[in-house]
């Protein structure tokens, strides 16, 4: 199970090697207003701007002054950034941010989708991604996984908080999406993905179990993560569907020199 580091943030309980380190913001612990109550990160979702970039000092000091945390514009796509290769600040549009480079942490932000963790087992190579349904559907757990030198065998992922499937309720628009992906492992398991909702026409969709079942089918083996529902975590996690106008959380992930 993962631990409390403190009020504001939560470590990853998989077995990353020493120089990968990777935190998980909470609400808690922050000094922004109701309704972005306390430790919001985002500074795109109307919270006063002072308090975003105290709450983000803080996120600094506790990776280290040293470490740059690097973050982009989400737009709910597959675009990954390379930050190797290219210039990033907070306008590039990007779901994803992979880098071989120390010192830099790679960051996204979220409030019911989901954010996948990855490196390699020899701690060369890390990644974050944000995938939401249509992230997902749009392939950018595959795309992330592209970037990566190391064999699948060789690469393991950490899976957020997210919407559960208790809440998470969608259209047929959803379901048909995954449908198209054309994954034998989605489609044999459409009814448990996709649960009948009480409204007809509407299903509650496992985010989480999708996600599992994309990287494996591509050949990684070692997945963690525990099924944490944001909606459901009120007091721990930022959720858009239960509140509408509220923060957002980081998940984040970096190396160390040596």
């Known amino acids: 199970m993962s631990e409390f580091l403190s009020e504001s943030f939560m470590v990853p309980d998989w077995p990353a090697p020493a120089n990968v380190k990777a935190l998980i913001s909470t609400r808690n612990g922050g000094v922004s207003a109701p309704p972005h109550d306390s430790f919001n990160l985002g500074l795109h979702v109307g919270d006063d701007e002072k308090a975003v970039k105290e709450n983000r000092q803080l996120l600094n000091e506790t990776i280290g002054e040293n470490v740059a945390c690097q973050w982009v514009s989400q737009v709910h ?43 390699d087992v020899a701690g060369r190579e890390i990644a974050v991604a944000h995938a939401g349904w249509r992230g997902l559907a749009a392939g950018v757990l595959q795309k992330t996984l592209a970037h ?51 409204t007809p026409g509407r299903w509650m969709a496992d ?8 990287l494996t089918s591509k050949g990684i083996l070692q997945v963690y993560g525990e099924p944490l529902c944001t909606y459901c975590e009120f007091d721990q996690y930022y959720s858009y569907r239960r509140e509408g106008e509220t923060g957002r959380f980081a998940s984040v992930i970096w190396k160390e020199s040596d």
Do not use: W
Not at 207 to 214: E, G, S
């Open 77 to 119: 796509d597959n675009h990954v950034i390379d930050v190797q290769k290219e210039l990033v600040d907070e306008a590039t549009h990007a779901d994803a941010i992979y880098t071989q480079r120390e010192s830099v942490a790679c960051g996204v932000l979220t409030a019911d989708c989901l954010s996948v963790l990855f490196t």
């Open 148 to 198: 990566f030198s190391a064999e699948p065998v060789s690469i393991m992922a950490y899976l957020g908080p997210v919407i559960g499937p208790c809440h998470f309720e969608v259209g047929n628009e959803v379901r048909q999406a995954f449908q198209a992906l054309e994954l034998n492992e989605i489609e044999n398991q459409l009814p448990v993905l996709f649960q009948e909702s009480e």
């Open 207 to 214: 985010l989480y179990a999708i996600a599992r079942i994309i």
